[in-house]
């Protein structure tokens, strides 16, 4: 009687806290790397390409400049997208994505630094070969926590470290700290010479339209690259929550599958419990008898009947419940990221136990209290 129930509950809020915890896990990326509800990045190419070209770059420095004038921005940080080169120190060598950005490249990423220093503005005008790079690349290609002023060899360019990234942590397989950042003007001259960015990171002051901000940035992109009225954008704008939204509207199908599924499951395990209580009632009848006897009235019986079927729903959310924290332990290492049981979850599962057992014992508890003291007692 309890188990079928319980099970109802373990795939239920199984299966849910791992599409909240998806749901969480990237509202907490997102967060982390800057990119909020106050901001947009726009990337080069059109809309309609499914992967990143570099013959696609269309940004540029006067869309970057024109930009930052439009009402509602607060700031901007342009980069080229990072490209993988093999570090290299004395003997030691690693595969690590460079990526060119601009002096706030960090700042605009709530990115603090660990060690040193991020490269300034002077650093990107005058070119310099100065390099910060992610905690990843610190600990595998030097195994020292003396790591600034040392030269390493990024495409036979040598490149000073002046700083090193806060640990962010892994999204997945993805080693986010396996970076390193130089100057945008430096990448330019001497890994990959290109004119124009690659994306165009900006942050929306508070209070303003976003929607508003996009459309005049989007107009004056159009008209910088000579987009005429018909013509498909080489840019493509994404905001916060549409990334949010696409996740959270497959997190809302899944959840309205799993009611679907959870009122099979209650008519199934609801009639389990019937047969039950009513199997129970029959093996009670001389004791309901007895109590009927003694003054109990109809009311009383069916009281009695359904708190225990309530009782047995309850059980059934406690053990199903634990399970589901037991399993959340458990499969932490194999998930990019943790299953999420939130108190939605404990609420639903608990009122899906009690109005199941509920429910399904007012028959039993009707036919308990029609019996006849007199005919089962004589």
Not at 223 to 230: A, I, V
Not at 331 to 347: A, E, K, Q, S, T
């Amino acid at each position: 009687m309890v188990v079928s129930v319980t099970i109802s509950i373990v795939v239920i809020s199984s299966v849910y806290s791992i599409g909240s915890g998806a749901v969480h896990k990237l509202e907490t990326i997102m967060k982390n790397f800057g990119f909020g509800a106050d901001a947009i990045i726009i990337i080069s190419g059109p809309p309609i390409s499914k992967h990143f070209n570099v013959k696609q770059l269309s940004l540029t420095d006067q869309d970057l400049d024109d930009i930052k004038m439009v009402n509602g921005v607060s700031e901007t940080s342009a980069g080229i997208f990072f490209k993988e080169y093999s570090l290299k120190y004395k003997g030691n060598t690693i595969l690590t994505g460079v990526q060119g950005g601009q002096s706030n490249w960090a700042k605009v990423r709530h990115w603090g630094v660990s060690q040193g220093r991020f490269f300034d503005r002077n650093d990107v005008i005058k070119r310099l070969k100065v390099c910060v790079i992610g905690a990843t690349v610190a600990k595998q290609l030097f195994n020292t926590k003396s790591v600034l002023g040392r030269f390493i060899n990024i495409n036979n360019h040598y490149f000073k470290i002046i700083g090193v990234l806060s640990r962010k942590g892994a999204v997945g397989k993805f080693d986010v700290d396996n970076i390193a950042i130089i100057p945008y003007t430096t990448f330019r001259a001497l890994l990959y010479h290109t004119r124009y960015f690659a994306y165009i990171k900006v942050n929306i002051e508070q209070g303003s339209n976003m929607n508003s901000v996009i459309k005049t940035i989007t107009y004056i992109l159009r008209k910088n690259h000579n987009l005429h009225k018909g013509r498909i954008s080489d840019f493509k704008i994404i905001k916060p929550s549409q990334i949010i939204e696409m996740v959270t509207k497959a997190n809302y199908a899944l959840t309205m599958f799993l009611i679907i599924i959870a009122g099979i499951s209650m008519i199934v395990s609801g009639i389990v419990i019937m047969n039950m209580m009513l199997s129970y009632i029959e093996k009670k009848k001389y004791e309901i008898a007895v109590k009927r006897s003694f003054g109990a009235t109809r009311k009383d019986i069916i009281k009695e009947i359904t708190l225990t079927g309530s009782i047995i729903g309850l059980i059934s959310a406690i053990v199903g419940l634990v399970i589901t924290f037991s399993i959340s332990l458990s499969i932490g290492g194999l998930l990019p990221f943790d299953m999420y049981v939130c108190p939605r979850v404990v609420l639903f599962s608990t009122f899906f136990s009690l109005l199941t057992g509920f429910l399904f014992s007012l028959v039993p508890a009707y036919r308990a209290s029609k019996m006849q003291p007199s005919r089962i007692l004589l």
